[in-house]
């Protein structure tokens, strides 16, 4: 089928990419075919340069990276807040820059349903309608939202194939509409406590639904699909996933379905499967995650995305993130506790406000969720960069050796963590010294 883009590419792309638009995509796209899952067809190669990906240095298989977008250029391992309906709640787009936030995370269903990607469209794009100038991932939200509620699909839902189809051009409608730098494809999401043939066929619609993805992606010259591994807590049907996904060539890859009630060594075992399988030169996104611990472990088993509404969801509840854990400044303790949130911290919060000021304000004032809310992901980026430069510096197992030092002053560094930095080849005895010999 003849495609053709239906929009003009947004005027805040580089040079880079708008030397690469002139000519040299659209051909290529308007010749691109429809496929189906019975013969993967890969992305163009000249796609693929919408994303740029320089590994940097690595330690084992932890690597850092530089990852050029076409509204940002990151540095990896990172972490993408998320702002569902296109805003971090309680904090403005500048103060995601001054905290050094590189790349944030919307919510294609909840965005197409409010203002609408067609508002978003006439607007600008998300970049614009948000004043984002830094990149953006769209994720598609709710997958059963997508089947059940997409216009497209209202009125033949008697017809479940037909549906699904129909959804799928819609949500690539809609994802080109909001022009995120980084787009994900529609999957058949599955919770990992669940077992049986259902996740067989999750993870087989996953497969088929990338095909349909990519032919009727329209902006591929700025816009980047990433593919999503399902396949449960089964290695076997992941590996199906990943050399299905690894078949279409595109410019990077998410493990997803994880995140969702599974024991840790089983979290940590299919993230390390998949890191392993998947290209070395694209990036590789671990989708949900999570807590500083896990995105810790992931980094070190060769993962470079991260997101999760975890630092503003527990920082609404009266929750900071520190090197030691959680502090829960609702604690009586905190009513006159004159000391920042963290005295390491160099975020604005730390440097101005006490520990009893912020208690006064959280369950009373929004103010004390926004205070939170900075802090919390100011020490998600802090946390991002020192996990580059310590990769980068070769100073990666002192970096994790001292992570877990803070987090498990006792030595009780929990036995998942051991057997995933066992595999990871990053020697962690020195932590668990004192652990041993109590
Ligand atoms: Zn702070």
Not at 143 to 148: E, F, L, Q, R, V
Not at 351 to 362: E, P, Q, T
Request: aromatic share 10%; glycine share 8%.
């Amino acid at each position: 089928m003849a495609l053709t883009p239906f929009c003009s590419p947004p005027p805040s792309l580089c040079s880079s990419f708008r030397s690469l638009r002139r000519g040299l995509f659209l051909p290529l796209l308007q010749a691109y075919p429809y496929t189906t899952s019975k013969g993967a067809v890969p992305m163009p190669e000249t796609a693929l340069m919408a994303l740029r990906f320089e590994v940097l240095g690595r330690f084992n298989r932890a690597r850092a990276a530089q990852l050029t977008l076409p509204h940002f250029v990151c540095q990896t391992p990172l972490f993408m807040p998320v702002g569902t309906q296109g805003t971090i709640k309680g904090l403005a787009t500048n103060q995601l820059e001054d905290i050094g936030c590189q790349i944030i995370l919307g919510n294609t269903y909840h965005l197409a349903l409010r203002p609408t990607s067609e508002l978003i469209d006439e607007l600008g794009g998300l970049h614009k309608f948000m004043n984002w100038p830094r990149a953006l991932l769209t994720d598609s939200g709710e997958s059963s939202g997508w089947k059940a509620n997409a216009p497209y699909t209202r009125g033949v839902y008697s017809n479940p194939s037909m549906c699904f189809t129909l959804a799928y051009f819609g949500y690539s409608c809609y994802i080109n509409r909001i022009g995120a730098d980084i787009i994900m494809a529609l999957d058949d999401v599955v919770k990992t406590t669940i077992t049986g043939p259902r996740i067989e066929e999750a993870m087989y619609r996953t497969l088929r639904w990338i095909d349909r993805c990519i032919a009727a992606h329209k902006r591929p010259y700025d816009q980047n699909l990433f593919g999503i591994v399902q396949g449960g807590l089964d290695p076997v049907l992941r590996d199906i996933c990943v050399r299905g996904l690894v078949d279409r060539n595109l410019p990077g890859y998410a493990i997803g379905g994880l995140a969702g009630g599974e024991d840790k060594d089983s979290f940590w075992r299919v993230v390390a499967q998949c890191t392993a399988a998947l290209p070395e030169d694209k990036p590789r996104y671990v989708m949900g995650v999570g807590y500083p611990l896990d995105i810790v472990v992931c980094s070190a088993l060769g993962a470079d995305m991260y997101d999760c509404v975890y630092p503003t969801r527990t920082a609404r509840f009266g929750t900071a993130l520190v090197p030691e854990g959680v502090l829960k400044l609702k604690n009586n303790a905190m009513a006159e506790d004159t000391r920042p949130i963290d005295s390491t911290c160099a975020c604005m919060v730390c440097k101005n406000y006490s520990r009893a000021y912020i208690h006064s304000l959280v369950s009373k004032d929004a103010m004390g969720s926004q205070l939170l809310s900075y802090h919390n992901l100011y020490y998600m980026m802090q946390l991002s960069r020192n996990l580059h430069s310590s990769i980068v510096r070769g100073k990666f197992p002192e970096f994790v050796c001292n992570f877990l030092q803070k987090m498990f002053p006792k030595g009780d560094v929990p036995e998942w963590v051991c057997n995933a930095m066992e595999v990871a080849e990053i020697d962690i005895s020195s932590c668990r010294a004192r652990f041993r010999d109590d």
